[in-house]
Nanobody, 122 residues
Framework: QVQLVESGGGLVQAGDSLRLSCAGS????????MGWFRQAPGKEREGVICSSRDGITYYLDSVKGRFTISRDNSKSTVYLQMNSLNLEDTAVYYCARRLRRCSGNENEYRTWGQGTQVIVSS
């Protein structure tokens, strides 16, 4: 079955960097838009950033200049590079896939990973 598996989360200090990975399997990875979402404690899940053939789309102004997305289609993997992490970045991070265009609406993504926890401490 189609699968997305995130990895790379952990406990870091404010100002640190972290790179998350999301490996896809059992589907043609390069055909899909890949998005990263996050859900902070007590909050709804929100779109962070997305990668498609049209480029990169940011959904959070707070991560512009600090986060970026990249993908290696030969490895069926999408990455989220997070720099200058702050306390507000603490969340479970999810990757998801959809066809055609990027979207910041989680309801438009059908396949999700299990999430990876990122905790930023002061």
């Amino acid at each position: 079955q189609v699968q997305l598996v995130e990895s790379g989360g952990g406990l870091v200090q404010a100002g640190d960097s972290l790179r998350l990975s999301c490996a896809g399997s059992r589907f043609t990875f390069e055909k899909y838009v890949m998005g990263w979402f996050r859900q902070a404690p007590g909050k709804e899940r929100e779109g962070v950033i997305c990668s498609s053939r049209d480029g990169i789309t940011y959904y959070l102004d707070s991560v512009k200049g600090r986060f970026t997305i990249s993908r290696d289609n030969s490895k069926s993997t999408v990455y989220l590079q997070m720099n200058s992490l702050n306390l507000e970045d603490t969340a479970v991070y999810y990757c998801a896939r959809r066809l055609r265009r990027c979207s910041g609406n989680e309801n438009e993504y059908r396949t999700w990973g299990q999430g990876t926890q990122v905790i930023v401490s002061s």
